[in-house]
């Protein structure tokens, strides 16, 4: 069974400065894909960045970088230059297969990150 | 305009109701989801569909339906439900289920109330 844990329920950050949020999975799967997603007080579920298992290089998308270690298992994202808008819950979700073909994420608890003046 | 839109965004219903919550992809994908998202949980896959045919029922209550009548468009029939059944129901789709690195983009969700 595939595992994703997010430590950090709660994080505050400076507007400006750069944050970190942890995340760590466990799998058996050779092949998986490492996603995180953005989700403000409206519900939407925002897709931010991907990471693939075979991936050379670390994902970036803007102002988001994923940091990734593959032996350590761990895949966290760092946002830059925070903004009030980056307020919000942050999920990690792991792609893992279906018993009977084809894929599903499986997400950790989330990250509620805070960006103060 | 979202590439994938719920409707309604709020819905209130009694537990002797029938509603049922409708998602439409914009994207031209060919695999849709439904996940649950209760207070101080992880999200929970419920059901996924890919070119209309179920794949994935995650031990989800008989009182959810899910039907998928195209590639477009994904309905949660909901009937006799509990108030631990209160939630946001996000739909989600996808271009293909098999392919791993696919990108999953999820709606606006619907935020269900039991009474």
């Known amino acids: 069974a595939q595992k994703i844990t997010q430590t950090q329920p709660g994080m505050f950050v400076q507007e400006k400065e750069a944050v970190t949020l942890d995340c760590t999975y466990d799998t058996s799967d050779p092949s998986y894909g490492l996603f995180w997603y953005k989700q403000p007080s409206s519900g939407e579920m925002i897709f931010l960045i991907y990471?693939?298992?075979?991936?050379?290089q670390n994902a970036t998308e803007g102002r988001y970088s994923l940091n990734f270690q593959k032996a350590r298992k761990s895949a966290n994202l760092v946002i830059s230059a925070s903004q009030l808008g980056d307020s919000a819950m942050y999920f990690c979700a792991m792609r893992e297969a279906i018993t009977g073909g084809g894929n599903k994420l499986t997400f950790g608890t989330g990250t509620q990150l805070k960006v103060e003046l | 305009e979202t590439g994938v839109t719920q409707t309604p965004r709020h819905l209130v219903m009694g537990m002797t109701n029938k509603k049922s919550l409708k998602c439409e992809q914009h994207?031209?994908?060919?695999?849709m989801y439904w996940y649950k998202q209760s207070a101080k949980k992880p999200l929970e896959l419920m059901f996924v569909?890919?070119?209309?045919?179920?794949?994935e029922n995650n031990s989800v209550p008989s009182r959810f339906s899910p039907e998928c009548p195209n590639s477009s468009h994904l309905f949660l029939h909901l009937h006799t439900l509990q108030p631990e059944d209160s939630a946001l129901y996000l739909c989600?789709?996808?271009?293909?289920?098999?392919?791993?690195?696919?990108?999953?983009?999820f709606g606006e969700g619907s935020w269900l109330t039991v009474v």
């Open positions: 989600a789709s996808s271009q293909d289920l098999w392919e791993s690195g696919n990108t999953i983009y």
């Open positions: 994207l031209g994908h060919n695999a």
């Open positions: 569909y890919n070119f209309k045919e179920q794949t």
């Open positions: 990471q693939g298992s075979y991936d050379q």
